[in-house]
């Protein structure tokens, strides 16, 4: 039987080896437990093992499920890793501790006044559609360097780190390079990369946050 509890454990595991293969210190890696999709009765069981970052893709799923297992557990972070419109913004700020999906100049407007009027400020990524597929979210990588310009010298917001989502069907690693040497030049520490299915390389590629759902939770059905 697999529980949640020994798949978590498992998760940990894997992250341990494959940061000490390149080299790199497993503590340097945070997990990103995806729980969109589960019930908070599921989440639980997690919080439970003193894990604290978890992400949801959705703004009014997480707004149902989040704020009262937030206020049981205080020190957790919450990311958004799915699209985030403009009119859920304000929802946004209010509940999330990172949002790693900014990907474009419109949503960084409303973000800018959204954090200044909620005075709080969560954690930005920038997201890259580094496949550049037309139904996939995120900045094209040919205009992420002037987005990353526009976001701090326009809009006065603080990016700490870059998304992505790999193509699904096409080898991750040039994908996970291209982020990485995006972020490199724009001198961005943080690297959120890597799924269930490729957490392992994404972490040989540098990654600094992987965001695995299934391989905890289970299948989605
Ligand atoms: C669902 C989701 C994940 C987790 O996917 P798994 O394959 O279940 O690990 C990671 N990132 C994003 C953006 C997602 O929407």
Redesign the pocket.
């Known amino acids: 039987m697999n529980t949640v509890t020994q798949r978590y454990n498992d998760v940990m595991a894997r992250i341990e080896v494959a940061a000490r293969k390149s080299g790199r210190d497993a503590a340097d890696i945070t997990l990103?437990a995806?729980s969109?999709t589960f019930a908070a009765g599921d989440v639980e069981p997690v919080l439970e093992l003193g894990h604290r970052v978890f992400?949801e893709?959705r703004v009014q799923e997480a707004h149902g499920k989040w704020p009262a297992l937030k206020q049981a557990h205080s020190d957790t972070r919450l990311h958004l890793?799915?699209p985030l419109q403009t009119n859920k913004a304000r929802e946004a700020v209010a509940l999330f501790d990172a949002i790693?999906?900014l990907d474009r100049e419109k949503l960084a407007r409303i973000l800018a006044k959204e954090i200044q009027s909620a005075g709080r400020s969560p954690e930005l990524f920038v997201q890259v559609n580094t496949g550049n597929e037309p139904q996939k979210a995120g900045i094209g990588p040919e205009q992420a360097d002037a987005f990353l310009k526009a976001c701090t010298a326009i809009y006065d917001l603080t990016i700490t780190g870059m998304?992505c989502?790999p193509p699904f069907d096409q080898d991750p690693v040039p994908h996970f390079s291209m982020l990485a040497e995006i972020a490199a030049r724009h001198g961005l520490a943080k690297l959120s990369m890597g799924?269930?299915?490729d957490?392992e390389t994404a972490i040989e590629h540098g990654a600094t946050h992987v965001?695995?759902?299934?391989?905890?939770?289970g299948s989605?059905g």
């Open positions: 990103v995806v969109k992400g893709n890793i799915g790693e999906t998304m989502i799924m269930s299915g957490f965001r695995v759902g299934s391989a905890i939770f989605r």
